[in-house]
């Protein structure tokens, strides 16, 4: 079972996967809060402690210092324990530095000392801090099948066959049963996908809707049938964060267009996101951005906010951020250079969402420099930035009851503020009278589009239509073979049944004549004592009232497919083997004569799907059977007057004792 105490911290030491010298790794193991070292381990003794001790999580900062590729990391997670977990705690896609990450959790270690690095590991992975790597999907694929093959064989291979079937179907069923239980229990759902052969099964799927650590089926083999269970893989990895991230407040830049570009920074400058895409629609970006946190600020680099932006912003109630100047080419630059872009609009996104964090990182420092200790910092700056005073805020962040409303007189301002206010109308009204000239040459410039465009689609619309044409042809065509196919499919099942049966047909003919003919007895053959073989006798050749049947292999059978048999109403059953005491006593009770294949001479056909019998044969041991069965009635009504009479014998010796 696996320890939910045991964490393991892994880090290499020496060499590397890539060069000729097999590496080396330190290993750290936390187990109730004791810290075991392991120096200069090999990747096998490595494997060898994780079957021994089971842990919980495998904590590395980063994987590929223990695999080298998907293959071998697939590879090395199905040798795991089913609920152990490989983290890689500086993250999933994007990785950060194992020295910050610690520094930023208030742990310190020597980054040139493998040991202690394994440590911090564990110790993060131990905080929650991480994310899982995840190869497979939560669907388990479990297969039944043959241990061996049955190969060409000699007079028994048939019987041998048989049997491997019988037993693949057998734990089919097995599995199938317990699936069941635990779907039942667990709640997902399976399918199945099942091969029959000769005799039962020679493979049977289970596709199962659940991670393979809940279902609690191993693979392994049993005798001549095996059984494979594997979980399926994922096209790409997954990681997973260990915990959910905190939905913390975030700035969002966003640069609208054919080419729709985002970046996200939280409140402390640091990049969470930057993305672009031409594929990308309104609802998706809002999606997006919802995942990264709570948006306070949506930014764009162009003034006044485009449309599509401002959609945005009102999907979050937060607030609007557009420079009153355009931003030069440089200042972008300028802005995006230190976070890195793909692309000028990666560069626009990151440029918007900067210029606002950048005019207020002097204000968001000061704010949080006088936010007393036990409120929530982020939850103040926000409140502020949406418009309300510190004091207000932090008052209702630190008491349980809001406190009635004051009222503030308004202070009056005084003439520097005024005349400040005066200046910036007066800037905002000339920033407002170039962006109308601005509007007015991009209305002239979108109307010359307009009609170039109007003149494409009219040579577009020409040559679609002839391309139509075409398509439709071709597409009545394809419907056209798709119905020739299907009905030549059904002509071929329906020829392949006719064949069927004819060759039933034929089989019956031959069994009537040599009932007419009188000279020999047809014995119909059952190849072996199970519901299915007697059934497809049944159908093949037929079996009815006075029939001689011969039984090749009578082992197996119970009282239930001896009652079958003697239903319907045969005359004899020859059997070439012996016959389970159930079996045998239940035909007889039954009047159903059982006849040793020995004492009668069955010649067989050479299809070897139908026997004769001499009647003259048959009669006699028909006789014979009667014979010894009257005598063994006999010998039972004789045994069970002995024992009535021993029974009276007893009560009379207890009435005379008492």
Same mark, same amino acid.
């Given at each position: 079972m696996v320890s939910e105490n045991i964490i393991f911290g892994i880090d290499i030491a020496k060499g590397s996967l890539h060069s000729k010298e097999k590496p080396g790794y330190a290993v750290v193991i936390l187990r109730n809060g004791e810290i075991e070292h392991?120096?200069?381990?090999?990747?096998?003794?490595?494997?060898?402690?994780?079957?021994?001790?089971?842990?919980?999580?495998?904590?590395?900062?980063?994987?590929?210092?223990?695999?080298?590729?998907?293959?071998?990391?697939?590879?090395?997670?199905?040798?795991?324990?089913?609920?152990?977990?490989?983290?890689?705690?500086?993250?999933?896609?994007?990785?950060?530095?194992?020295?910050?990450?610690?520094?930023?959790? *208030?742990?310190?270690?020597?980054?040139?000392?493998?040991?202690?690095?394994?440590?911090?590991?564990?110790?993060?992975?131990?905080?929650?801090?991480?994310? #899982?790597?995840?190869?497979?999907?939560?669907?388990?694929?479990? #297969?039944?099948?043959?241990?061996?093959?049955?190969?060409?064989?000699?007079?028994?291979?048939?019987?041998?066959?048989?049997?491997?079937?019988?037993?693949?179907?057998?734990?089919?069923?097995?599995?199938?049963?317990?699936?069941?239980?635990?779907? $039942?229990?667990?709640?997902?759902?399976?399918?199945?996908?099942?091969?029959?052969?000769?005799?039962?099964?020679?493979?049977? /799927?289970?596709?199962?809707?659940?991670?393979?650590?809940?279902?609690?089926?191993?693979?392994?083999?049993?005798?001549?049938?095996?059984?494979?269970?594997?979980?399926? /893989?994922?096209?790409?990895?997954?990681?997973?964060?260990?915990?959910?991230?905190?939905?913390?407040? !975030?700035?969002?830049?966003?640069?609208?267009?054919?080419?729709?570009?985002?970046?996200?920074?939280?409140?402390?400058?640091?990049?969470?996101?930057?993305?672009?895409?031409?594929?990308?629609?309104?609802?998706?970006?809002?999606?997006?951005?919802?995942?990264?946190?709570?948006?306070?600020?949506?930014?764009?680099?162009? &003034?006044?906010?485009?449309?599509?932006? /401002?959609?945005?912003?009102?999907?979050?109630?937060?607030?609007?951020?557009?420079?009153?100047?355009?931003?030069?080419?440089?200042?972008?630059?300028?802005?995006?250079?230190?976070?890195?872009?793909?692309?000028?609009?990666?560069?626009?996104?990151?440029?918007?969402?900067?210029?606002?964090?950048?005019?207020?990182?002097?204000?968001?420092?000061?704010?949080?420099?006088?936010?007393?200790?036990?409120?929530?910092?982020?939850?103040?700056?926000?409140?502020?930035?949406?418009?309300?005073?510190?004091?207000?805020?932090?008052?209702?962040?630190?008491?349980?009851?809001?406190?009635?409303?004051?009222?503030?007189?308004?202070?009056?301002?005084?003439?520097?503020?005024?005349?400040?206010?005066?200046?910036?109308?007066?800037?905002?009204?000339?920033?407002?009278?170039?962006?109308?000239?601005?509007?007015?040459?991009?209305?002239? /410039?979108?109307?010359?589009?307009?009609?170039?465009?109007?003149?494409?689609?009219?040579?577009?619309?020409?040559? $679609?239509?002839?391309?139509?044409?075409?398509?439709?042809?071709?597409?009545?065509?394809? !419907?056209?073979?798709m119905d020739i196919q299907r009905l030549q499919d059904k002509i071929s099942e329906k020829n392949k049944r006719i064949s069927d049966l004819n060759d039933r047909i034929h089989k019956l003919k031959r069994v009537r004549r040599l009932e007419i003919s009188g000279?020999?007895?047809?014995? #119909?053959?059952? &190849?072996?004592?199970?519901?299915?073989?007697?059934?497809?006798?049944?159908?093949?050749?037929?079996? #009815?009232?006075?029939?001689?049947?011969?039984?090749?292999?009578?082992?197996?059978?119970?009282?239930?497919?001896?009652?079958?048999?003697?239903?319907?109403?045969?005359?004899?059953?020859?059997?070439?083997?012996?016959?389970?005491?159930?079996?045998?006593?239940?035909?007889?009770?039954? *009047?159903?004569?059982?006849?040793?294949?020995?004492?009668?001479?069955?010649?067989?056909?050479?299809?070897?799907?139908?026997?004769?019998?001499?009647?003259?044969?048959?009669?006699?041991?028909?006789?014979?059977?009667?014979?010894?069965?009257?005598?063994?009635?006999?010998?039972?009504?004789?045994?069970?007057?002995?024992?009535?009479?021993?029974?009276?014998?007893?009560?009379?010796?207890?009435?005379?004792?008492?």
């Amino acid at each position: 079972m696996v320890s939910e105490n045991i964490i393991f911290g892994i880090d290499i030491a020496k060499g590397s996967l890539h060069s000729k010298e097999k590496p080396g790794y330190a290993v750290v193991i936390l187990r109730n809060g004791e810290i075991e070292h392991h120096r200069m381990v090999n990747f096998h003794k490595i494997m060898r402690i994780i079957f021994m001790e089971k842990p919980s999580i495998i904590a590395v900062d980063n994987i590929y210092e223990i695999v080298s590729d998907k293959r071998d990391l697939i590879s090395f997670l199905q040798r795991l324990p089913a609920t152990t977990k490989l983290v890689q705690v500086t993250g999933g896609e994007q990785l950060m530095p194992l020295t910050k990450l610690a520094r930023e959790k *208030g742990l310190s270690f020597d980054r040139f000392d493998p040991n202690a690095e394994a440590l911090a590991c564990a110790r993060l992975a131990q905080m929650g801090i991480g994310y #899982k790597v995840s190869a497979f999907e939560d669907k388990t694929v479990i #297969k039944v099948s043959r241990g061996r093959s049955p190969g060409r064989g000699g007079w028994s291979q048939n019987r041998y066959r048989r049997k491997m079937h019988g037993y693949v179907r057998q734990k089919a069923r097995d599995v199938e049963d317990h699936l069941n239980e635990q779907s $039942r229990a667990r709640g997902f759902t399976f399918s199945r996908n099942i091969t029959e052969r000769f005799g039962g099964y020679s493979k049977a /799927e289970f596709l199962v809707d659940a991670p393979r650590s809940q279902l609690h089926i191993g693979s392994g083999k049993y005798g001549d049938v095996q059984v494979s269970v594997r979980s399926i /893989e994922r096209d790409a990895l997954v990681f997973k964060p260990l915990k959910s991230k905190k939905r913390d407040y !975030i700035i969002v830049g966003v640069d609208p267009g054919t080419t729709t570009a985002i970046a996200v920074l939280a409140l402390n400058g640091e990049l969470r996101m930057l993305h672009s895409s031409r594929t990308i629609s309104i609802p998706q970006v809002i999606e997006m951005i919802a995942e990264q946190g709570r948006p306070l600020v949506i930014a764009s680099d162009v &003034f006044p906010t485009p449309n599509a932006v /401002e959609k945005i912003r009102r999907a979050f109630n937060a607030v609007s951020s557009s420079p009153f100047e355009v931003l030069s080419a440089q200042s972008k630059i300028e802005f995006a250079t230190p976070y890195g872009y793909s692309n000028n609009h990666e560069r626009d996104a990151l440029a918007a969402a900067v210029s606002f964090f950048r005019k207020n990182k002097n204000k968001l420092e000061q704010l949080r420099k006088k936010i007393p200790s036990g409120v929530d910092a982020d939850e103040v700056i926000a409140q502020v930035i949406r418009g309300r005073s510190m004091e207000s805020v932090i008052s209702d962040l630190s008491k349980p009851e809001p406190e009635e409303p004051k009222m503030h007189e308004v202070p009056e301002k005084n003439d520097a503020e005024a005349s400040h206010l005066r200046g910036s109308i007066k800037k905002y009204e000339d920033i407002i009278h170039e962006v109308k000239e601005q509007q007015e040459l991009l209305k002239k /410039e979108l109307s010359f589009k307009d009609g170039k465009i109007l003149e494409l689609e009219e040579l577009v619309k020409k040559q $679609r239509s002839e391309v139509y044409k075409k398509l439709k042809k071709d597409k009545t065509i394809k !419907i056209k073979d798709m119905d020739i196919q299907r009905l030549q499919d059904k002509i071929s099942e329906k020829n392949k049944r006719i064949s069927d049966l004819n060759d039933r047909i034929h089989k019956l003919k031959r069994v009537r004549r040599l009932e007419i003919s009188g000279r020999v007895l047809p014995v #119909k053959i059952i &190849f072996s004592f199970t519901r299915d073989s007697i059934q497809k006798t049944r159908e093949t050749v037929g079996i #009815k009232k006075d029939d001689i049947i011969l039984l090749k292999d009578a082992s197996g059978g119970g009282t239930i497919t001896a009652k079958i048999i003697a239903d319907f109403g045969v005359r004899a059953l020859i059997v070439c083997n012996e016959m389970s005491h159930a079996a045998e006593e239940e035909l007889f009770n039954l *009047g159903v004569p059982v006849l040793k294949a020995m004492d009668v001479k069955v010649q067989f056909d050479p299809a070897e799907d139908l026997a004769v019998i001499d009647p003259d044969d048959i009669n006699n041991a028909l006789e014979e059977w009667d014979k010894n069965a009257q005598k063994r009635r006999m010998i039972a009504k004789e045994e069970w007057l002995k024992s009535l009479v021993e029974e009276y014998r007893s009560v009379r010796r207890r009435e005379l004792k008492d």
